[in-house]
DNA sequence: CAATATTCCGGAAACGATTCCAGACTGGCC
DNA sequence: GGCCAGTCTGGAATCGTTTCCGGAATATTG
């Protein structure tokens, strides 16, 4: 069927050995055969077979990623870099979404194991000690959360939302309210550990409401508890709430932001395509996978280090035109 | 360093053969060391490697799939499509994002090709002629795009067409613009030739508006173009250039529906979520991956068959806010 | 020219799993 | 008890590649 070593071997007229070799460690053979090697392998059109090879070698060429749902615009960005990334060092990309269902992380990132040389997860659901079950296993960076004994990327949360509460203050806005995402979520604890700091340093009040969906429809769903509440601006998880949000409220006729200013997370592409243009924390989502795919790198190179690495990046407030004056 | 089927033979005092059909063909083994086998397997945390299954078997249990760009919504949306639907027969799947390069595109799938049972192809951007070299050789379904002697599911463009068209006429508009995609892309000469034979059946004259990257900027970047036009409609050849068009258009302070309707393709999120909602042209994206995945499967199955199915999914016409009464 | 060092190449083993084949054991039956 | 059929199991070969080891050929040196 395909074009396999022997094939190209018997076309050069050498033995498999030497055509590994010639491709591989080119000055370790004579030129000529290297030569004929070369152009053998080239009317057969032959590429070596990753998976064998990775047999042998104990490395794959491939990394895995592991995120809980493509359909959120996040993810596919953080994606699109890590492709980006992991093209440049040669390495394929595995990719999962785990539909948000903490219970198939786990058995996925087993199955996958073997074909992979590490995992990037991204924005894990599934519980600490699951999967501190895989450290030393296999070579893990967590993107958007921190556990302990992996390395992390994650974004400057707390930062970003002083950054928004001290916009929202300097409008005149006191007491706001705080859209929360899926429990199982760090990011959403983390945000609103941030939040709660922020409004308390300025002497705000908080409101939460519920945990949603990070959909358009979690947060169309709890519109109507914002416009019932007593807050006059409303933080949401992420972007995809606030506009589910901003969407409920005009169809209710509630102005915005002459009565509710609104606030996103995360910087998708949509957010500054709507009208009025939602502000929101953007984070640098092609950093992170950058970044994610570095970290894993160095730790598959280095191997044993705890490699306990942590970067946090920089979150910027970007105001369009859903928040204004109280 | 792993844990390998030696390990679970050892532990469960069999031969690795045993060890092998105890957990692929039960039946074939005393209840007895079945039994001791699968607890082995269970202590020792045991999952075979599909790599080196995929060795012996020739199937690896892997989908490759290969698309232009992950930053454009539609395309998430079809590879979770295809992910859930491989799930569900116990495939993975290798995403490779070509960044609108036709030249990475046949290299990629070369390098891919042994680690992979099958391909997917979304919209692949490289000539027929390259995609043709791998008939026969690798398991393929092409996604929005028809070559021959390859299986393919595309959107029924040209009655989508004809639906926005039809929409258009009855709202009084007689001079329409497309603003056209890459050159590369089938889906934009598909669009365009049932966009067309609309436009000439019914009547109406038809600007075309050069080539842009399908993106939202590039959108933007041609609005003024449509604004001194003599249409009063615009089709875009997808959503992300409409909108684009949208913003650019509203920036302008030209009126949109009232000055010039918009139309879009594809129905991406965005589409229902600015304001107003972007009139466009649905297509099930869910569909799209799922019967790709269908063929794809029956493909590996069949193996020698041209199979050469051709799947045409329906189109429908979403009416929201940016088209209106010319 | 002989002895040594160096380069280059082929053979064999290995990676982890599956599958075929043959042998060992069990049970049934006469 | 002996024979046969059937069930169950272990050993060996295999997939495609890499790597180690040893031998042959070449080059270097005195």
Chains 1, 2 share one sequence.
């Not at 000055?27 to 053998?40: G, I, L």
């Not at 070579?139 to 707390?158: E, G, H, K, Q, Y």
């Not at 009040?205 to 409303?234: Q, R």
């Not at 500054?272 to 992170?288: C, D, F, Q, R």
């Amino acid at each position: 069927m395909a074009v396999t070593i022997k094939d190209v071997a018997r076309l050069a007229g050498v033995s498999p050995s030497s055509v590994c070799r010639a491709l591989a460690n080119p000055d370790q053979v004579r030129p000529e055969t290297r030569e004929r090697v070369h152009s053998a392998a080239r009317n057969l059109g032959y590429y070596p077979n990753r998976a064998a090879r990775g047999l042998i070698t104990g490395r794959t060429g491939n990394i895995g990623v592991v995120l809980p749902d493509l359909a959120n615009p996040f993810f596919p960005s953080v994606v699109k870099s890590i492709q980006t990334q992991a093209r440049r060092f040669d390495y394929a990309v595995f990719l999962s979404d785990t539909d948000e269902d903490p219970a198939v992380e786990v058995p996925l990132i087993r199955a996958l194991a073997k074909q992979v040389d590490g995992f990037l997860l991204c924005s894990p659901r599934a519980g600490d000690d699951e999967i501190k079950a895989f450290a030393g296993q296999t070579p893990m960076v967590v993107l958007n959360r921190r556990i302990n004994s992996f390395p992390s990327v994650t974004a400057d949360s707390a930062d970003g939302m002083r950054q928004a509460v001290a916009h929202l203050h300097a409008l005149g806005h006191r007491r706001v309210a705080y859209v929360a995402g899926p429990r199982t979520s760090w990011s959403n604890r983390d945000r609103l550990r941030g939040l709660k700091n922020a409004t308390t340093s300025y002497g705000m009040d908080l409101v939460e409401i519920g945990n949603v969906a990070p959909t358009v429809e979690g947060g169309t769903a709890v519109a109507d508890l914002v416009i019932a509440s007593p807050a006059t601006a409303v933080l949401a998880y992420n972007d995809l709430v606030a506009l589910g949000l901003l969407n409920r409220l005009q169809a209710r006729g509630v102005d915005v932001p002459g009565r509710i200013s609104v606030v996103g997370f995360d910087d998708i592409l949509l957010a500054g395509l709507v009208n009025p243009g939602l502000t929101t924390v953007a984070i640098a989502k092609e950093h992170i996978g950058r970044v994610g795919v570095e970290l894993l790198l160095e730790l598959m190179a280095d191997g044993e280090r705890p490699a306990t690495a942590r970067r946090v990046l920089p979150t910027q407030l970007i105001v369009r035109g859903s928040t204004g004056p109280r």
